[in-house]
């Protein structure tokens, strides 16, 4: 269980920390459940073409399924979710819908149809939404102040490493299992190598959702951890500031969708332009999609963390405006380019 020491060291000002040993193995059950999320989410990627041939599906579908039907449920479900986060036990929230998801993505596997793994990959969007607010709600709970940002900035790690691990074991079962025609499994009888990733992926769900049974629920702590904000005061403050709000809604949302674009369909595109087999493409996007984005994820946190406190509040927007200005070009000619080489380099 998570003991609850001394008050003033959590992450509010007035909060309570666990002890450190206790702090690290929660954050670590919360780093799995994120790397855990991200395979499920991205490993449609290196499905891409053995999902498309054997459902007759085209292109334009495979999009809506890769990003649509998931994200679509995802930010939908964001609220709701984020609302009974607020009110309920994240520790059985996050049980709940770890298990959820898992059985969600393993329902992909067994999808005949367009509609039916449409609605499966929403699932998987809807019941992680509640994932990344559990999760720094707990954090921030739970840890000392003056550690927040570098813990933060480590559960963050799990969607870079959880996006590489998407692409290397993903791109290592497809390969294994290309030269197959069917897999068989008790009790499905004989099922596609691509619906048997799926069900290998998700399942594992039911036991990883045991790792957060025995902490405790941190108490809540911070500026309204013991009163309720209502429905009224949450849009007056977005009416308030709604330029804010739409600036950053369309400018990380339009990061968002690029970045994602890349991510998803890298796989596809080495395959049909590179010709490269899932075990090679899978390993190098792994690798160039995820170890220089943590590198870039430390080296962001350093140079924003600098330029705010020498008196630049826009630090944040200016980094990420620099950000695009330099890498819109580099991915350009990345894809402009004949070379394998130069697409990894861009891309990483």
């Not at 102040?145 to 933060?152: E, F, H, I, K």
């Not at 190598?193 to 108490?219: C, H, K, M, N, R």
Request: glycine share 10%; hydrophobic share 55%; proline share 5%.
């Amino acid at each position: 269980m998570v003991a609850i020491v001394s008050p003033g060291t959590a992450g509010a000002p007035s909060g309570t920390a666990a002890s450190p040993l206790r702090s690290a193995a929660l954050v670590a059950v919360l780093l799995v459940y994120c790397v855990f999320a991200v395979i499920d989410r991205n490993l449609i990627a290196m499905l891409i073409d053995p999902i498309r041939e054997s459902l007759d599906l085209t292109d334009t579908q495979m999009g809506l399924l890769m990003g649509v039907a998931y994200a679509a449920a995802y930010g939908l479900g964001g609220l709701p979710m984020g609302y009974l986060v607020d009110r309920y036990p994240r520790k059985w929230i996050l049980f709940c819908t770890v298990i959820l998801w898992g059985f969600a993505e393993a329902a992909c596997g067994l999808a005949t149809g367009f509609v039916w793994l449409f609605l499966a990959r929403a699932a998987v969007g809807l019941f992680e939404s509640p994932l990344h607010p559990s999760a720094h709600s707990i954090i921030a709970d739970t840890v000392p102040r003056r550690r927040l940002a570098t813990v933060m900035s480590i559960y963050s790690m799990g969607n870079l490493l959880g996006t590489g691990l998407a692409l290397v074991i993903g791109g290592w079962i497809v390969n294994s299992l290309l030269h197959l025609d069917h897999v068989n499994v008790p009790l499905l009888g004989d099922i596609k190598p691509w619906q048997f990733a799926f069900i290998v992926t998700g399942l594992p769900g039911i036991l990883l959702a045991l790792l957060i049974v025995p902490f405790a629920e941190p108490p809540r702590h911070g500026a309204h951890g013991h009163e309720r904000v209502s429905w009224s005061e949450l849009f007056g403050f977005i009416r308030a500031h709604w330029q804010v709000v739409l600036t950053l809604s369309i400018v990380f949302g339009g990061m968002n969708i690029v970045t994602g674009g890349i991510i998803k369909w890298s796989p596809a595109y080495m395959s049909r332009f590179f010709k490269l087999n899932p075990a090679e493409y899978g390993l190098a996007l792994g690798l160039v999609e995820s170890i220089p984005a943590i590198g870039g994820l430390l080296l962001a946190g350093w140079t924003i963390d600098r330029w705010y406190a020498s008196g630049r509040k826009d630090a944040h927007l200016t980094y990420y405006m620099w950000v695009l200005i330099l890498t819109g070009p580099l991915v350009f000619f990345g894809l402009m380019s004949d070379s394998v080489a130069y697409f990894l380099a861009a891309v990483g």
